[in-house]
C-alpha cells in the first residue's frame, strides 16, 4: 500500500507538470464528479460479494455476476448522466472549456472501468489471498504511473483531452488483465439477487455521501478562487487522499475477519476495533506529521506555478488523525450487517457536511473550508463510537438473556 501510495504521487506530479494549473484544475474539478460517480457505480454489490465470499466461498460465482450487471446497467446510466452535468458546470467555471468526447472518456475511465479493476481486489480480499488483493491494488498504481510516464513524458501529452484518452486506455488494459487473474476462479453466473439490493444500495449511499462531502469543496473553490488556486488547492487533496492509504490498507485486513468475529454477536469484534483504532490513530499522526514537514519541498516536485500547495497540504495534514479515529468504528457497524446505523451516521453526517463545507466556501474560501472540515470529520468520529458502544452492549446483553434462558429451553 505504501508503493502504491507513493506511485499515485508520482502519478500527480507527472500530470501536474505537464497539464499546468489550469488544465490539472479542470482534471481535478472533473475528478471530483467521477470520485461521486465511482461509488454509485455498481449501487454498493461489492459489499455484499466481500461479506458473502468470506462466509461462503462457494457464493462466488453469483455474487460475481450481481456485481457485474449491477456494474454495467447503473455505469451505462452514469457516464451519459455525468458528460451532460459536467458539459454544463464547464461552461460557467473560470477554466478551460471540455469537450463531450474528453468527458465521455474520463467518466468512462475513471468510473466504469475503475469499479471493474476495485472488484477484482474485492474478490481476493473475500476469498482470503491477500498477496494477490496487494497485487492488484500496487499492480493498478503502477499502471497509472506508467501510462502518466509514458504519456505525458515520453509522447509530450500536454492537455486534459490527450490525457483522457491515455487514461481510459490504460484502465481499460488493466481491467483485461484483473479479468485474467480471476478466470480461474470459475465463470460468473448472471442474476441480480434481489435480497442484496437494500444492503448494497445502504452500503453505497455511505460512500456516495462521503465522496460528495470530500470533493464538494473542489467544486465550490473553483466558483470562488481562480482556476490555478484550484489546481494548488487539487494537488493538496490529492495528496491527502493518498495518505489515507495506509489506513485503508488496514481496514480492509480487518474487515472480513470483523465480519467472522462479529457473526454471532457484534461485542465480539469489539475488542478486534479498539486495537485498531490505537494502530490507525498512530498511522494517522505519523502520516500527518511527516506531509507537515515536507510540505515546503512539494512545489519542487509538482511545479513552481503551485504556489499555495505547501499552505493547503499542512492546513490539511491533521484530518488524517481524525480520519483514523472513526475508521475502525464504521467498520465494524459495516461488517458486522448493521448498515444502517452506519449509513445514518455517514449519510448525516455527510449530507449536513457538505452544506457546512460549500457554505463555509463561500463565505471565506479557503480558510472556512479548511474550518469546516474538521468540524465534520469530529462529529463522525464522536457519532461512529457513542453507536457503537451502545450497540455492543446491546448485543452482549442479548447473547447473556439467551445463554441464561438456553437451559430452560432445552430442559426436559
Known amino acids: 500500500m505504501a508503493s502504491a501510495a507513493l506511485s499515485q504521487l508520482v502519478t500527480f506530479a507527472i500530470l501536474a507538470r505537464s497539464l499546468g494549473p489550469a488544465e490539472f484544475g479542470l482534471f481535478v474539478q472533473i475528478s471530483a464528479v467521477t470520485a461521486v460517480a465511482v461509488q454509485l457505480c455498481g449501487l454498493g454489490a461489492s459489499d455484499c460479494l466481500l461479506r458473502g465470499v468470506s462466509r461462503d466461498p462457494g457464493s462466488y460465482a453469483r455474487l460475481l455476476g450481481h456485481n457485474l450487471l449491477l456494474i454495467g446497467f447503473s455505469g451505462g446510466v452514469l457516464v451519459i448522466g455525468g458528460v451532460a452535468a459536467m458539459s454544463s458546470w464547464s461552461r460557467i467555471g473560470s477554466g478551460p472549456s471540455v469537450d463531450m468526447t474528453t468527458l465521455a472518456l474520463l467518466f468512462l475511465g475513471n468510473v466504469v472501468l475503475v469499479r471493474v479493476i476495485l472488484l477484482v481486489e474485492t474478490v481476493f480480499l473475500g476469498l482470503g489471498r491477500v498477496q494477490a488483493a496487494n497485487r492488484a491494488v500496487v499492480g493498478f498504481a503502477l499502471a497509472r504511473m506508467a501510462a502518466a510516464a509514458l504519456g505525458c513524458l515520453v509522447f509530450r501529452v ?111 469484534a469489539l475488542p478486534i476495533a479498539k486495537r485498531a483504532l490505537i494502530a490507525a490513530l498512530a498511522l494517522g499522526v505519523l502520516t500527518g506529521l511527516t506531509l507537515f514537514l515536507l510540505s515546503p519541498t512539494l512545489p519542487a516536485l509538482f511545479g513552481r506555478d503551485y504556489h499555495d500547495l505547501p499552505f493547503f497540504v499542512r492546513c490539511l495534514s491533521g484530518t488524517i488523525v481524525l480520519i483514523a479515529a472513526w475508521a475502525a468504528a464504521v467498520d465494524l457497524l459495516g461488517a458486522s450487517g448493521r448498515q444502517d446505523v452506519r449509513a445514518w451516521i455517514l449519510n448525516g453526517a455527510n449530507l449536513l457536511g457538505s452544506v457546512v463545507i460549500a457554505a463555509a466556501t463561500s463565505q471565506a474560501a479557503p480558510i472556512g473550508t479548511f474550518i469546516a472540515l474538521y468540524a465534520v470529520d469530529g462529529a463522525i468520529v464522536l457519532a461512529a463510537w457513542l453507536a457503537l458502544l451502545r450497540l455492543a452492549r446491546r448485543s452482549r446483553s442479548h447473547v447473556a438473556a439467551l445463554a441464561r434462558a438456553s437451559p430452560v429451553m432445552t430442559g426436559p
Not at 186 to 202: C, D, H, M, V, Y
Not at 212 to 235: P, Q
Not at 245 to 265: K, Q, T, V
Open 158 to 268: 500536454t492537455s486534459l483531452a490527450d490525457w483522457a484518452l491515455w487514461q481510459c486506455g490504460g484502465n481499460f488494459l488493466y481491467a483485461l488483465l484483473g479479468a485474467i487473474w480471476l478466470s480461474p476462479l470459475g465463470r460468473p453466473r448472471f442474476a441480480i439477487l434481489r435480497a442484496e439490493l437494500r444492503s448494497g444500495l445502504l452500503f453505497c449511499s455511505q460512500f456516495v455521501g462521503r465522496a460528495v462531502r470530500s470533493n464538494i469543496d473542489l467544486l465550490a473553490i473553483g466558483l470562488f478562487t481562480s482556476i490555478e488556486t484550484v489546481g494548488s488547492y487539487g494537488v493538496a487533496r490529492r495528496i491527502m487522499d493518498s495518505s489515507y492509504l495506509a489506513i485503508d490498507a488496514l481496514n480492509r485486513l480487518l474487515y472480513p475477519r470483523l465480519a467472522r468475529e462479529s457473526r454471532n454477536g457484534l461485542h465480539l
